[in-house]
């Protein structure tokens, strides 16, 4: 069954970094996209970045360009999100998922940007 565990939230004043992990199994990973998602309170979840199976092509919603990376390991069936010069408006539990299969959603990390 299709997995996806992530780690690596916490909390972070502005201006600060945090890297995200997600581990994912059930699923050949390198024969497919990823994407990290986020929810914020009161908000719908929106999707942050995607990146293709073998890395060479990501990309992002226009509020965290410059800001956020995203990567992966495909021998560790990992996906990480860089987050630099994090703002409050951040502050959501970040998700990660394969774009457009529908699969159950992970238990997600909070990631709080405040001082």
């Known amino acids: 069954q299709v997995q996806f565990v992530e780690s690596g939230g916490g909390l972070v004043q502005p201006g600060g970094s945090l890297r995200l992990s997600c581990t994912a199994s059930?699923?050949?990973?390198?024969?497919?996209?990823m994407s990290w998602y986020r929810q914020a309170p009161g908000k719908e979840r929106e999707l942050v970045t995607t990146?293709?199976?073998?890395?060479?092509?990501?990309n992002y919603i226009e509020s965290v360009k410059g800001r956020f990376t995203i990567s992966r390991d495909n021998a560790k069936s990992t996906v990480f999100l860089q987050m630099n010069s994090l703002k409050p408006e951040d502050t959501a539990v970040y998700y990660c998922?394969?774009?457009?299969?529908?699969?159950?959603w992970g238990q997600g990390t909070q990631v709080t940007v405040s001082s």
């Open positions: 059930g699923f050949t990973f390198k024969n497919n996209r």
């Open positions: 998922r394969r774009p457009l299969w529908g699969d159950s």
């Open positions: 990146i293709t199976g073998d890395g060479g092509i990501t």
